[in-house]
T-cell receptor, first 111, second 115 residues
């Protein structure tokens, strides 16, 4: 079973920031938080991952709470092409551990 | 990110025939490859994990004699659906992991329709 909980769906206005929450209250000390997204009929796309520090890359920012029991993925300026299902996954970092996909959050970016 | 390809992107076959799907890591050596299946409106379900040069490890409920996996090189894994039936129709997705990669990278998926 997936070790994360996400809202099933969210809407966001184009150009605004999209903040996608994820609860992972049972995360262990050596597990990372990974985010992927899946645009309709495509394979999942890696977005970002982190252990305990906040992370930022060209796609998004990842904010992890101090107790690591929850995190938020931030898309700073959502576009229509960001409409997808976003998956929050916890697993061991590096080349270890399977990715167990939950149901994710369906983000709809609206004009 | 790293690039993983799949071929074919879609295939239609008759019931009882076998179908082979290829997964290639194009710019890195994949020590481990994973095969997932996704039914409409559902999430990805891991089918099996394969390491180069060794037998695949199948998830519970996945028939190893029906879904044959070969990981003969560090850049290629194949999934063969043997004696396909309509209920095998699904979206099959592979991913690859390398020692220098921080995470798995996914292929674009193969849509299989069994008539």
């Amino acid at each position: 079973d997936a070790k994360t909980t996400q809202p099933p769906s969210m809407d966001c206005a184009e150009g605004r920031a999209a903040n996608l929450p994820c609860n992972h209250s049972t995360i262990s000390g050596n597990e990372y938080v990974y985010w992927y997204r899946q645009i309709h009929s495509q394979g999942p796309q890696y977005i970002i991952h982190g252990l305990k520090n906040n992370e930022t890359n060209e796609m998004a920012s990842l904010i992890i709470t101090e107790d690591r029991k929850s995190s938020t993925l931030i898309l700073p300026h959502a576009t229509l092409r960001d409409t997808a299902v976003y998956y929050c996954i916890v697993r061991f970092g590096g080349s270890q551990g399977n990715l167990i996909f939950g149901k994710g959050t369906k983000l709809s970016v609206k004009p | 990110g790293a690039v993983v390809s799949q071929h074919p992107s879609r295939v239609i076959c008759k019931s009882g025939t076998s179908v082979k799907i290829e997964c290639r890591s194009l710019d890195f050596q994949a020590t481990t490859m994973f095969w997932y299946r996704q039914f409409p409106k559902q999430s990805l379900m891991l089918m099996a994990t394969s390491n180069e040069g060794s037998k695949a490890t199948y998830e519970q409920g996945v028939e190893k004699d029906k879904f044959l996996i070969n990981h003969a090189s560090l850049t290629l894994s194949t999934l063969t659906v043997t004696s396909a039936h309509p209920e095998d129709s699904s979206f099959y997705i592979c991913s690859a992991d390398g020692t220098r990669q921080e995470t798995q990278y996914f292929g674009p998926g193969t849509r299989l329709l069994v008539l």
